[in-house]
């Protein structure tokens, strides 16, 4: 699908494709939702706040290895809508009639006022993600790779070490920082691709793109000045 979408060149034809699949963009979308559903955030931010002494990778394991979506179907899922997005109108050098017939904006929730929208929230999720990670990567290794954890509660303590317990055998941390990293380094090529139209421009930047970008910039800026 993302070859097709990417090197067809009959727009008739992938027209009449989208049109007999009416339900393709949104169940591509759907695909993404988990990775901001409130359950999955809650508990990213529980484990992190619980287990900061035990890995610095908690800050962005649940963008590595959703347990909802496969991370290869997450990724080829984001490549496909980055190519219905990317591909343009030879003519007026917008979005191509496919996208607009698969509302592909509103559906990746880009609009004016949309500031809860998948794709707005997606990329606010993920840089603040990332920023956590080099805001502790930095933190731990300031402090020799050591933290404590005061006043721990013991109760829930042993809830969270049963739920590991009862959980399949967490990635290699190596492969976590790597596909997380691939995962951001994907949601910001769409946003990217988003940006390139002019009503995604307006939309993303009202929606905080650029606080987000900024405050993952001065992290990692000040991470390299203070080396």
């Keep these: 699908l993302v070859a097709i979408v990417h090197a067809h060149p009959s727009q008739e034809i992938m027209s009449g494709y989208f049109q007999a699949q009416p339900e393709l963009c949104v169940e591509l979308i759907d695909l993404l939702r988990p990775t901001i559903s409130s359950a999955t955030v809650s508990s990213a931010s529980l484990k992190q706040s619980q287990s900061q002494n035990r890995s610095m990778l908690t800050a962005i394991a649940a963008l590595a290895d959703p347990p909802e979506v496969p991370y290869t179907v997450r990724g080829l899922a984001i490549e496909a809508l980055t190519a219905l997005v990317a591909r343009r109108d030879a003519a007026s050098g917008g979005l191509t009639g496919v996208a607009r ?27 603040a993600s990332l920023t956590n990670f080099l805001t502790f990567d930095e933190e ?20 969270l070490a049963f739920l590991e317990a009862t959980k399949p055998d967490p990635l290699p941390d190596r492969q976590q920082l790597f ?41 990692d800026s000040k991470s390299n000045g203070s080396s």
């Excluded at 592909?104 to 840089?127: A, C, F, M, Q, W």
């Excluded at 009503?199 to 930047?205: D, F, H, I, K, R």
């Design 140 to 159: 731990a290794s300031s402090d020799g790779g050591s933290l404590s954890i005061q006043n721990e509660d013991t109760a829930l303590d042993i809830g």
């Design 101 to 127: 017939q698969s509302n592909i904006l509103n559906e990746l929730g880009v609009g004016k006022g949309l500031y809860l929208g998948l794709l707005p929230t997606l990329v606010r999720y993920s840089l």
């Design 179 to 219: 596909q997380a990293l691939d995962f951001v380094d994907s949601v910001l090529t769409l946003c990217s691709a988003v940006i390139s139209v002019p009503s995604g421009t307006a939309a993303l930047t009202e929606c905080g793109l650029i606080p987000a970008l900024l405050s993952t910039i001065a992290i």
